[in-house]
């Protein structure tokens, strides 16, 4: 069964969506059998590589919201977060252009580390303050995942893996997603959202017994029993 999971590494609820997800699938009977891909998503593709601001400010001026209202929306999210493990610093978050943090999770899913750039990415960005936007940064993130460091400069010097984060763009469009975290199932199911984790499960259960339905090997019945008694 196949996963795909359209993200920005610089959306709060698809950390959040991600940790539910994680948990549903924990649980899943048939979680061996899952393949899950991360697909690239952009909330906001104009955004310069750095952004000279604070994260209220930024989405302040973008939504047109009251830096109150802002606040408040911090503390729900935040407080959604730890409960499920996450320690949100909204106040140390760096607001940074995510493109290049993207080509490097297509990178790293080249060495099997695609969820590990991911978390990682996400991790750093909500909860340790870092600028997912910078060179240093993203160079040493690729380094500690075992990535050969010229595959990491690459990045920086050449446009790799740029038109698959361009296509994973395309591909949401074509499928209708207009935010995230949007998760795709078998291309037959999609859930919006960082759902609970009791909806994830009932979807993956869904999505299991279609693809997988139950055939009978005799056409024959056997005894058995039923609402009225067992067969004599």
Not at 33 to 62: A, C, F, K, N
Not at 78 to 99: H, I
Not at 128 to 152: F, P, R, W
């Amino acid at each position: 069964m196949k996963i795909e999971i359209w993200s920005d590494v610089a959306c709060p609820w698809c950390y959040i969506g991600k940790r539910r997800f994680e948990t549903a699938l924990a649980g899943f009977p048939h979680r061996d059998s899952v393949d899950v891909t991360w697909r690239s998503y952009q909330l906001d593709p104009s955004l310069p590589e750095h952004y000279d601001g604070t994260e209220l400010e930024y989405l302040s001026r973008i939504k047109g919201m009251a830096p109150e209202q802002v606040s408040q929306m911090f503390e729900h999210v935040t407080a959604q977060a730890k409960g499920e493990g996450l320690n949100y610093r909204f106040g140390q978050v760096v607001v940074a252009n995510s493109f290049s943090a993207h080509r490097l999770i297509h990178l790293a899913a080249q060495h099997g580390q695609q969820d590990a750039a991911k978390e990682r990415l996400l991790s750093d960005h909500f909860e340790h303050g870092k600028d997912i936007g910078s060179q240093e940064y993203l160079t040493d993130l690729g380094l500690a995942l075992g990535i050969n460091a010229d595959e990491v400069a690459e990045l920086f010097t050449t446009d790799k893996y740029a038109d698959d984060v361009r296509f994973d763009f395309e591909e949401a469009r074509a499928l209708g997603i207009t935010g995230v975290p949007f998760f795709v199932i078998d291309r037959k199911f999609g859930l919006s959202g960082a759902q609970p984790a009791e909806t994830f499960t009932a979807a993956l259960n869904q999505a299991w017994q279609e693809t997988n339905p139950l055939v009978l090997v005799s056409a024959a019945d056997g005894e058995a029993c039923g609402p009225d008694g067992c067969a004599v």
